[in-house]
């Protein structure tokens, strides 16, 4: 299967993307914790800090000052987290990239099985899943379509050959 997938169409430039390298990318996602997440209320960020700000005074107080951890417990939790993680990174910066025409307003995710057409618009809530469980998607990627609300985690879009702006 070609890992490959061009993004073509109505854009100023053609972006190849290669989802074998999204691994060191900063702007990858952690699926797993993502999707975890639950919908925040709006919170009040001064009470929001002085409640987080006296639990640590207070632990400090009953436990003593804790250091934090060195730089290699960090690098060795990195690679841990890389070797076994599910991952995906936003489609919007490629197709950014791709700069669009102004008289784009469609985005086409071309697959194996069809054609799934998504507003131009709505671009910014898709999510390209390129690992799970630390193993590329070879069967049915190179990539996985995922909504951020989550709702198609179960049924993404698989088996992504191209991505065409019209």
């Known amino acids: 299967m070609e890992q490959i997938i061009p993004i073509k169409g109505k854009v100023g430039f053609t972006v190849t993307l290669d989802p074998g390298v999204w691994i060191f990318d900063d702007r990858r996602i952690d699926l797993d914790e993502y999707f975890l997440l639950p919908d925040q209320p709006d919170i ?3 009470e929001e800090y002085t409640k987080s700000m006296s639990a640590f005074w207070e632990k400090e107080i009953r436990e003593g000052a804790t250091f ?3 730089i290699k417990s960090e690098k060795k939790y990195e690679k841990e987290k890389v070797l076994t993680g599910t991952f995906g990174i ?4 490629f197709l950014q990239n791709a700069e669009p025409v102004q008289d784009a307003s469609l985005l086409v995710i071309e697959t ?3 054609e799934h057409p ?3 618009a709505v671009a910014d809530s898709l999510i390209m899943a390129f690992s799970h469980k630390g193993k590329p998607l070879r069967e049915t990627g190179p990539v996985h379509i995922l909504l951020k609300d989550g709702s198609n985690r179960e049924q993404p ?3 992504v050959t191209g991505i065409r702006v019209e």
Do not use: K, M
Not at 90 to 93: A, E, F, G, M
């Open 44 to 46: 009040n960020a001064d």
């Open 68 to 70: 934090p951890p060195t």
């Open 118 to 120: 998504f507003p131009l």
């Open 90 to 93: 936003p489609l919007s910066p």
């Open 157 to 159: 879009i698989t088996h």
């Open 112 to 114: 194996q099985n069809g």
